[in-house]
């Protein structure tokens, strides 16, 4: 079953560089029938969906399995895909469910300390920008998409052999996480390897397999792509990256020092950033993780910023509820999105001359 909730962008993209039904019809040719909406159980669900996406509705797609469980993720698309840019939010699911919660040690507010969130909601401005957004159901507590699916850690999963030095899997923080944020424990005792191929099975490896096919779809029609991985960062943990006079960044901008994204990008990312007011930095004390070193390839035209933003810009982050500041950043942060996808439609327009 495919559920469709109303939410709609308020002023859709009305840009022709690729129109649904184009759109559409490349998916067909390059994905057949599942198209990008490769989560979907069935292929006359990716049909029916496919079709409703091609005559233009600009509606918000949540993918429901058959058995009505939690979606793996969500995936918001945009009337047309006008620029080379997918939004990815790995973090900011918020589906806790009952029987992992019940399991923790921990009370829902803590459990919730190491989420990203509304992350999601505050860049879901790309819609009316011509990009798609990408974002977990799941809490990253639960499991980790930025993290590798090899990132196995024996001290909560039962059988696993301890591997070489993973400092990752050291602090707690594998792709099947031990600890929240300031290393609180989740729960006591291990989970069986069962459970944790289950979690996997039903949330990582659908979303990697969605992100891909959104990237692909993006670089085979624009020449090139551009993946923002968002992100939210607490407080303190910004103290690494002040500066001299002890200032703060509110955005930290990661690109694997370097390595994942062509500098000119990054450069006028930042530079979009600043004409908003913020203060920014780059790649400390984060310069990406899994998903900005795993698809950030440059020489093939595929590139990738993870974004970082301060929390107490949005958040009060003692009891996880939105500040009043959340309006106010989520417009600023929609001005910057509309230039980055502005920006991502020059390898278009440059093919075209």
Do not use: W
């Not at 797609?61 to 047309?80: E, G, K, N, Q, W």
């Not at 989740?186 to 069962?194: A, L």
């Amino acid at each position: 079953m495919v559920g469709v909730t109303g939410i709609e962008p308020a002023t859709p993209s009305m840009s022709t560089k690729c129109s649904p039904a184009e759109l559409y019809a490349l998916m067909q040719k390059q994905h057949p029938l599942r198209g990008i909406f490769s989560c979907l159980r069935s292929v006359e669900q990716s049909e029916s969906v496919c079709k409703r996406y091609a005559n233009g509705i600009p509606k918000t797609f949540i993918c429901v399995s058959s058995d009505m469980t939690p979606a793996p993720f969500h995936l918001y698309l945009p009337r047309a895909i006008s620029s080379a840019v997918v939004f990815s939010s790995p973090h900011s699911g918020r589906d806790y469910p009952a029987q992992f919660s019940a399991g923790s040690d921990l009370d829902s507010v803590t459990l919730r300390s190491s989420e990203d969130a509304y992350v999601d909601q505050l860049f879901s401005g790309c819609l009316t920008h011509g990009a798609p957004l990408i974002a977990a159901c799941a809490p990253r507590a639960f499991v980790d998409l930025n993290r590798s699916s090899k990132d196995l850690d024996p001290a909560i999963i039962e059988v696993v052999q301890a591997g070489g030095l993973n400092p990752r899997i050291a602090a707690g923080l594998g792709v099947i996480p031990r600890v929240v944020s300031e290393g609180r424990p989740i729960q006591s005792g291990k989970i069986k390897m069962d459970e944790a191929r289950a979690r996997l099975d039903r949330f990582y490896y659908p979303y990697h397999k969605q992100l891909k096919d959104m990237l692909d779809i993006s670089r085979s029609i624009f020449g090139e792509v551009l993946l923002v991985d968002c992100h939210s960062m607490p407080h303190e943990a910004l103290a690494r990256s002040a500066g001299l006079f002890g200032d703060r960044s509110h955005i930290v901008i990661g690109d694997r020092y370097g390595t994942s994204c062509r500098p000119d990008y990054v450069s006028e990312v930042e530079g979009y950033f600043r004409d908003e007011g913020f203060r920014t930095g780059r790649n400390t004390p984060f310069a990406g993780a899994f998903i900005t070193q795993s698809y950030g390839r440059p020489g093939c035209g595929q590139h990738v910023l993870q974004i970082e933003i301060d929390r107490s810009l949005y958040l009060d982050e003692k009891t996880v509820t939105k500040s009043d500041n959340f309006t106010n950043l989520r417009q600023c942060l929609t001005r910057v999105i509309a230039r980055i996808c502005q920006m991502m439609k020059r390898p278009l327009q440059l093919a075209a001359e």
